[in-house]
């Protein structure tokens, strides 16, 4: 079964005085491009946290953050009040004001808040590689779920190009019966002698070149094998595109062979039904 590259993950953990939360959001890519967002205390941590992403995930552009809220009275951060009355006195040296409200713009000014650097709660940290664990599952899920719908698509695309080229397998042999016509109408017009041997030889040389045998026959491999490895166990969007590249090239053949414009107008169909199977690749894993 196929997945689509995007989906959202979400796991909230509570914790006796924190709030952990871990989101994911996943969009395509070519590769995995992982964005990520945590607090300062975790960086070290990093690497690990985006090895499990890598593994759950594999493709995609992720956007992962982690946020940490405290909801209790622990904290790790002190007002330097030193810094505070320094801010205030040089704030009243330029201009006079009462103390509350020098106070209030030094507050807004660089390290009037001290922050003390912990080490990192082992506890804690298995809780928050819980959490991603778990919005993995969510992440994956929904991936999932947008795969079975692009499958759908699929499907219903594929039978619609098998459609069409049966069309154009009943349309052959008419098709080569009037380019046929239309060459030997153009001789009588010339109103000259030709050697009717060598004229059936060219003419049989000339409509050759127009024989869409192997291209039909190839198609209709491209078509069944799109569909094999849609229905294969694993997701492997880069496949399914160069398959989608094998039809391509045998529509166009098709195309630039069939000298029939109703034929040419079953091609054109064809290339709109593909390249709407292409757009949605860019989704697949």
Partial sequence: MIQSMTGFGK????LPSKKITVELKSLNS???DVIARIPSAYREKELELRKLIADALERGKVDFS????MTGEETTSEVNEQAVRKYMKQLGNIVPGDELRLMEIAMRMPDVLKTDREDIDETEYQKIREALVQALQEINQFRSEEGKMLEADFKARI???QSLL????QMDPDRLATIRERLEKAVADLKAEVDENRFE???IYYLEKYDITEEKVRLANH???????????????????FI???IGREINTIGSKANYAPMQQLVVQMKDELEKIKEQMLNVL
């Fill in 11 to 14: 796991h909230v953990i509570q």
């Fill in 223 to 241: 078509l069944d094998y799109f569909t094999e490895t849609l229905n294969s166990d694993d997701s492997n969007g880069k496949k399914l595109g």
């Fill in 166 to 169: 049966s069309k154009v397998k």
């Fill in 66 to 69: 982690l946020y940490i809220e």
């Fill in 244 to 246: 989608s590249q094998e």
């Fill in 159 to 161: 039978a619609n190009l």
């Fill in 30 to 32: 070519k590769n995995l």
């Fill in 201 to 203: 030889q060219e003419l």
